[in-house]
């Protein structure tokens, strides 16, 4: 497993834009598929985006103003945020999955939070006026 720390997050106002950061640990962070979910108070989890060596992925609620990119040198992966909007608020966590699955049928980009093993500590994301 590798350890994950989450960087970035804050208190926004509606139209304005974030960049979260999840840094890996360890040498074999690129052979990690990596998620972010976010979690609003008193609703689920849910999956926001997810960069893996098949995939990418997008929540349509947030197609158009978010963009997953990874840096592998710097065993980072970045979330830009833009365009907030006030239901954007909630604690983002990155999480990660060894990549590629054993099962070439597998698509952890799309697989349940629980799936994931390794999880970030979260970061606040409040957007308001």
């Known amino acids: 497993q590798v350890q994950l720390v989450e960087v970035g997050g804050g208190l926004v106002q509606p139209g304005e834009s974030l960049r979260l950061s999840c840094v890996g640990s360890?040498?074999?962070?690129?052979?990690?598929?990596v998620a972010w979910f976010r979690q609003a108070p008193g609703k689920e989890r849910e999956g926001v985006s997810c960069?893996?060596?098949?995939?990418?992925y997008y929540a349509d609620s947030v197609k158009g103003r978010f963009t997953i990119s990874r840096d592998i040198a710097k065993n980072t992966v970045t979330l830009q945020m833009n365009s907030l909007k006030p239901e954007d608020t909630a604690v983002y966590y990155c999480?990660?999955?060894?990549?590629?699955?054993?099962?070439?049928?597998?698509?952890?980009?799309?697989?349940?939070?629980?799936?994931?093993?390794?999880w970030g500590q979260g970061t606040q994301v409040t957007v308001s006026s």
């Open positions: 960069i893996s060596s098949s995939d990418l």
């Open positions: 999480a990660a999955d060894p990549d590629p699955s054993p099962d070439p049928l597998y698509r952890v980009c799309v697989a349940p939070a629980g799936d994931f093993r390794s």
């Open positions: 360890g040498s074999s962070f690129e052979y990690y598929a």
